[in-house]
């Protein structure tokens, strides 16, 4: 039985997250890019922790640091993926690139997608009990473009402000609910066309590796070398994100059990829901590393 690893995207970032995470080398060097001494202290500060910048640095570093603490006691994965900035310590965990290339690009690609959003103020707006036809009819009736699809009645849109605050009103008139996620960027949306545009001139001259273990994308289903590695990262800077797709990938591997490494719980309630066969919890619920390796291998070895 074989084991299948999630990494968190932004927004779920808070001070107490993964409270065994010793402050190893990873965290270190994430820290001194943020300019900070103790990312707990800093991450408190709301405005802070939410600012574009500083969240993929630190949900980067942050992942990739709790993933080398307890990979050494797991079985290897059977697949791995990443949600949104989760791709870059996911890519890294699979062999693409070493965490201090992930720390580097994710400092690369937030600069990026500020400079778009500075041109285009945006943002994004959670859907949840809206039919696929009617994210489409109020993405068409408002100019946003679907940024995330989850799965059945569940999206994320993303786009200027003007036209987010238009959807809030028209999905509250089809009886569905809408939450504005405090992101300044309109992620995964053409208005970030720009930034995938500059985040792929960064990638071109780097030496990626062929991803070791089963690599999945958002945007480029399986990812199997090099050339396919660059595409995928700066490809969903500016599309859809298909998570649901990414979650059949993984399903059909058929691991014994799921595991989220980052802050938050969302990739594992979201599996949880779909595939109640195979259970899924995120490091962010464990009071130890140890307690996590029990879990996945409690759930392996059977």
């Not at 591997?253 to 066969?277: K, S, T």
């Amino acid at each position: 039985m074989s084991l299948a690893v999630v990494f968190s995207g932004q927004g779920t970032q808070h001070p107490a997250m993964l409270p065994w995470l010793p402050e190893g080398a990873i965290v270190r060097g994430m820290c001194r890019r943020l300019g900070v001494p103790d990312w707990r202290a800093a991450v408190a500060d709301t405005d802070w922790a939410e600012r574009n910048a500083h969240a993929q640095v630190l949900l980067t570093g942050l992942a990739l640091a709790a993933w080398h603490e307890v990979v050494d006691a797991l079985p290897a994965p059977c697949a791995i993926a990443g949600y949104s900035v989760g791709e870059l310590p996911a890519f890294s965990a699979a062999g693409v690139f070493d965490a201090g290339m992930a720390l580097d690009l994710a400092q690369r690609r937030a600069q990026a997608m500020d400079r778009c959003g500075d041109s285009v103020p945006g943002g994004m707006l959670a859907v949840s009990e809206l039919s696929a036809d009617d994210v489409d009819a109020v993405c068409a009736s408002t100019g946003l473009a679907l940024a995330i699809c989850n799965g059945p009645q569940s999206a994320v849109l993303a786009g200027p402000l003007a036209a987010l605050d238009a959807a809030e009103q028209a999905i509250a008139r089809r009886g569905a609910r809408s939450t504005r996620l405090r992101i300044g960027i309109a992620s995964h949306s053409p208005w970030m066309s720009e930034a995938a545009h500059d985040f792929a001139r960064t990638l071109e001259p780097l030496a990626l590796n062929a991803p070791r273990t089963t690599l999945f994308s958002n945007v480029a289903d399986r990812v199997r070398d090099a050339p396919q590695a660059r595409h995928a990262l700066a490809a969903q800077i500016a599309a859809t994100v298909r998570w649901d797709q990414c979650m059949a990938n993984l399903h059909a591997r058929q691991p014994a059990c799921v595991l989220e490494i980052g802050p938050g719980q969302a990739l594992a309630r979201r599996w949880n829901e779909r595939h109640p066969d195979i259970p899924a919890r995120s490091c962010d619920e464990f009071r130890t590393a140890c307690g996590i390796a029990q879990w996945v291998r409690r759930h392996c070895e059977r």
